[in-house]
């Protein structure tokens, strides 16, 4: 059974830091792609960063190169997502998820197409003020 549980947000003000973090219960967790994805209640689920297995290749959406930085712990089954320079724009849940698809072989991977095999967690608040 795959299990993932996001904690680390909050509320920030607009120029602050954040860092995610993604707790994974999980067979195999460091051959499987890892990915962050956000949603505001008003827009779909989209793509922010991804990172693969051994962590040596990450994939960021436009809006947050720069200033998000995806990572993983395999020896501890973690992914983190560490956000400098937030901004109003990022205030989203936050989710994490894992796919045993390597991202190379993803149809895409910065859209939920890529991820129809991912497994989710229940998502984590950030909210940035203006």
């Known amino acids: 059974q795959v299990q993932l549980k996001e904690s680390g947000g909050g509320l920030v003000e607009a120029g602050g830091s954040l860092t995610l973090s993604c707790a994974v219960s999980?067979?195999?967790?460091?051959?499987?792609?890892m990915g962050w994805f956000r949603q505001d209640p008003e827009k779909e689920r989209e793509f922010v960063a991804a990172?693969?297995?051994?962590?040596?290749?990450?994939y960021y959406t436009d809006s947050v190169k720069g200033r998000f930085t995806i990572s993983r712990d395999n020896a501890k089954n973690t992914v983190s997502l560490q956000m400098n320079t937030l901004k109003p724009e990022d205030t989203a849940v936050y989710y994490c998820a894992l796919d045993y698809t390597p991202l190379v072989r993803m149809l895409d991977i910065f859209s939920l197409r890529g991820w129809v095999r991912a497994y989710w967690g229940l998502g984590t608040q950030v909210t940035v003020s203006s």
């Open positions: 999980a067979h195999s967790f460091s051959s499987a792609a």
């Open positions: 990172i693969n297995w051994n962590g040596e290749t990450t």
